[in-house]
């Protein structure tokens, strides 16, 4: 009987480090699938098992630049049969968050391709991060994508049930193992290290890598606010390569941590209870988050995000001056 493990998040759960850490897997017992080099297979995967039409899958989920889903599942199958092959037997190993938003067909088709190659016993695995933590690590997600131009509490939601009741449907809830999202009760505080433990994969065959660094106050605020201003002024949005070493340049100016305000979330936790309800009961565990209270520095507001920061226009010269950007050229042509 070969054995599939497939880790479905949630996002802000260490996916990232898991996936990159994992990526090079291939021992004796195990083997992580490689599709089109991406350790993440949340698009590949959707991208394969998406039905024509389930717009919201193939528009949210399946893009992949400007292929479109048929596009990149023809491109992206080969490497899954070929990794089902070369797993010849050893347990396989996929992981993408991005799993959790498709739809239960889409989901069945998953099922039955790897029953038809020999996957009796699938093992749907993810950690359940609490509502506050997690609200506010997407919400630092989305003000560092650049894209974020309103402090929307209510789009960064976790609604559990919609992402992981359809698991339970489609493969049985006793193969569906959750785990609440707590650092403090992992090995050495690691991630990987719990992940590795409970799924029985050695550490010597994994490479830990630690990704996803959070980001700062002052990369929240300086992303919010050119986004807002870049909309008003019809300036680029900052994508891209280019804005990522801009922003990891930007982490050496401040390193006070962003976090929202736990005050501002707690109104939207009446709204979201009965979700986080039924997870606490699928889980047979409590999501309560004990300790937590505003401190100097949270985000309380979007007056917050578009606070002027002292200084920052000197300091920001500095750090493209030595990026080797002409300045006084960028500034004179805007």
Known sequence: MAKCVLHVGMHKTGTASIQHSLKDLDDGKFYYARIQTMPNHSVTIASIFHVEDSAKTARKHARGGKMSAT???????????????????????????????????????????????????????????????????????????????????????????????????????????????????????????????????????????????????????????????????????????NSRRFLDRLRNLDSARFQLAPSIIAPFLRKIQRDVNWMEKRLGQSLAESGLRDQDGDIRSEEDLLAPVAGINEKLHGLLTEAGVDVQAADAGN
């Open 71 to 241: 596009e990149r599942a023809g491109l992206a199958r080969p490497d899954l049969d070929r990794s089902v092959a070369v797993a010849n037997g050893r347990t396989l190993v996929m992981s993408g968050e991005g799993i959790t938003h498709m739809s239960e067909e889409e989901l069945v088709s998953l099922k039955s391709y790897l029953a038809g190659h020999g996957y009796d016993d699938i093992e749907v695995v993810a950690y359940v991060r609490p509502p506050i933590a997690y609200i506010s690590g997407v919400m630092s997600n989305k003000l560092k994508s650049g894209k974020m131009r309103k402090l929307r509490i209510q789009t960064c939601f976790p609604n559990y049930r919609d992402k992981f009741e359809k698991f339970d449907d489609v493969f049985g809830a006793e193969n569906v193992r959750l785990f609440k999202y707590d650092p403090a009760s992992f090995p050495d505080g690691d991630v990987v290290a719990d992940f590795c433990q409970r799924m029985g994969i050695p550490l010597s065959s994994v490479t830990v890598t630690r990704m996803n660094v959070k980001i700062t106050r002052l990369i929240a605020m300086l992303n919010f606010q050119y986004a807002v201003h870049a909309e008003a002024e019809g300036l680029r949005p900052l994508r891209g390569a």
